[in-house]
């Protein structure tokens, strides 16, 4: 079993739909990272949180520490927001050396 | 805005062949990673490094050598490439406990 599950493996939307990925852990964590990636291209930085909530243009990102689990929330979604949405976390073992677990990504397409 | 550049963006090398990746980061980062990246198995470390002449071995470091001369540049050699190296890889680094930056990737096919 992997150490980050995420949920869906793929999601197809229509636009304008609010949309959610969930990410659980296994884990004990110092935190929790949300990344994008497009098409052919780089892996982008999103959020990086380890309580609460945070929030950026349409998209949020939740944890709850106690749970072990995350969300990503994508409101009035759009056709640019396709592509895959990857949870990684930093174990809280293993010394500062930010070495992250990777979720095996979520598959967004958002259709028009 | 840190940047993370790989030397190339595809690349197809023959079976047996000896694979040099480059990866320069312009941040002063200590710490510097590489991926690979495959459909279902998601990202795995195959080496980190966090500071010059440092190494440690990822999850998959079997196949793999690298390279850190200088603080800025971080490189993945394929001693004898192999088929089952057919693979996206990706280059990070990061300053201490903070969010990794990532390349734009390099697709390598080895036929």
């Known amino acids: 079993k992997n150490e980050v599950e995420q949920s869906p493996q793929n999601l197809t939307a229509q636009e304008g739909e609010f949309i959610t990925i969930n990410c659980s852990y296994s884990v004990g964590i110092s935190a929790l990272h949300w990344l994008q990636q497009h098409p052919g291209g780089g892996i982008v930085s999103l959020f990086m949180l380890s309580s609460g909530k945070k929030k950026h243009g349409r998209l949020i990102a939740t944890i709850n520490i106690q749970e072990k689990h995350s969300s990503l929330h994508i409101t009035a979604s759009h056709p640019r927001d396709s592509a895959v949405y990857i949870c990684a976390v930093f174990p809280n073992y293993g010394g500062a050396t930010n070495k992250l677990i990777f979720g095996t990504g979520t598959l967004l397409a958002v259709q028009p | 805005d840190v940047k993370v550049t790989q030397s190339s963006r595809y690349l197809v090398k023959r079976t047996g062949e000896k694979v040099f990746l480059e990866c320069v980061q312009d941040?002063?980062?200590?710490?510097m990673f590489w991926y690979r990246q495959d459909p279902g198995l998601g990202l795995r470390l195959i080496y980190f490094s966090y500071d010059v002449k440092m190494k440690e071995k990822g999850d998959i470091p079997e196949g793999y050598s690298v390279s850190r001369e200088k603080k800025e540049r971080f490189s993945l050699i394929l001693e004898s490439a192999s088929t089952n190296q057919t693979s996206m890889y990706l280059c990070?680094?990061?300053?201490?406990?903070?969010?990794?930056?990532f390349g734009d990737g390099t697709r390598l096919s080895i036929l």
């Open positions: 990070a680094s990061s300053f201490e406990v903070q969010p990794q930056h």
């Open positions: 941040m002063d980062h200590e710490n």
